[in-house]
C-alpha cells in the first residue's frame, strides 16, 4: 500500500491556513494573576513591628522632652543630620551653633560642653530612630507592593500612613522651630520652649500612627484566619457581634479609648506649658480642690482683648493643669 499524496489543490488550502491557527490562545483575564483578597500575614507581621517601632520612639521623645535636649540641635538636616560629631572641632561648630539661639541663655545657661554632648546625643538619637523607622517603613512597603503582597485596599492604607509618617517628620520641625525663634530670647517674660500646640500635633500624629499600624496588622491576622476557616464558629459570632449589647459594650469601649487620647494629649499641653512645676500636691492645688478664680480666669492670658479669655483654656498653665486633672479622673 503506497502513501496518498495531496494534489494541488489540498495543498493550496493547506497554505493558505494561519501556521498559528491551532495554537492555544489566552486572553488578558487568563494570564492575569487572581486578584488578591486579603493581604499576606507577613505584612501584618511588618506593620506591628512598625507599631512597636512607633512605640518606642514616643517614650523616647518623652525622656528628650524631660532632659530639656529637645532644642539642642538648631537644624534640620535629613540626611547629613544622621552623622554625631566625632572630631572636637565637630562638636564645637554644633556648641557655637545652640549658643547662637534663647535656650542656652535663659536655660542651660553656662553649660559645658560635656553636658552639651548629653542633650545633644538625646535628640540626635529620637532624630537617628525616626530616620531608621522611615526606612523600615518605606522600602518594604515597596517590596511588598511590587510583589503583589497586599491588596488594593491595602495598598491605599499603607499609602495613608506614609503620607501620615512623612507629616509627622515635618511637623516634628515645625514644633522644634518654634522654640529656636530670637524673640523667645528678645522677651524678659518669654521662656525659650516648643509651642505646646504643635508639640500636642507632634504627638497626635504620633498616635494617629501607632493606632493606624497596629490596627491594619491586627485586621491582616483576623482576616487570613477567615480567609482559611481558621476561626471556628465564625458565623455565630459574627451574628453574636451584631447584637445591641455588644454594639453598645463596643461603643463604650471607643468612647473610653478617645477619652484615654484626650487625657494623653492634654498631658502634652502641660508638658509643652511646663504646668506641671505649679502645683505638685494632689488632690488639692494650693489651698483648695481648684485655685482661685482669678488666676484661672486672669486677663493676662488675653493678651489685651477681652474676646480672646478663652486662651486661658490652652495657655494658662494653672487652667490646663486643672483640665488634665479632671480629664485622668474622669477617666
Known sequence: MGISVPNRASSSILRQIP??????TYSSSTLKAPRRTVDAPIVGYWTLFCASMVFGIIVWGG?????ESGLSIVEWAPITGAKLPTSDAQWESEFEKYKQFPEYHKVHIGITLDDF?????????????????????????????????????????????????????AMGWYMVAS????????????????????LTSHLSLAYLLYAGLSLYGWNVFRANRLA??????????????????????RRKITAATLLVGTT??????????????????FPTMGLGLTPPLTELWNAFYARGNPGDMWRNLTENPTTVQLEHRILAMTT
Open 19 to 24: 501556521t498559528n491557527a491551532f495554537a492555544r
Open 179 to 198: 522654640g529656636l525663634e530670637k524673640e523667645l530670647g528678645e522677651r524678659p517674660d518669654a521662656v525659650p520652649r516648643v509651642s505646646q500646640y504643635r
Open 264 to 281: 494623653c494629649l492634654s498631658g502634652a499641653m502641660v508638658a509643652g506649658l511646663d504646668a506641671g512645676l505649679i502645683y505638685n500636691e
Open 63 to 67: 525622656l528628650t522632652r524631660l532632659t
Open 117 to 169: 554632648k548629653k542633650i545633644y546625643f538625646m535628640e540626635w538619637f529620637h532624630r537617628n530612630i525616626g530616620r531608621l523607622f522611615g526606612v523600615i517603613y518605606l522600602l518594604p512597603a515597596a517590596y511588598f507592593v511590587s510583589k503583589g503582597l497586599v491588596t488594593r485596599a491595602g495598598v491605599a492604607k499603607i499609602g495613608g500612613l506614609g503620607l501620615l509618617l512623612l507629616g509627622q517628620g
Open 228 to 249: 482559611r476557616n481558621k476561626i471556628p464558629n465564625a458565623d455565630a459570632l459574627r451574628t453574636l457581634m451584631l447584637k445591641p449589647t455588644v454594639v453598645s459594650f
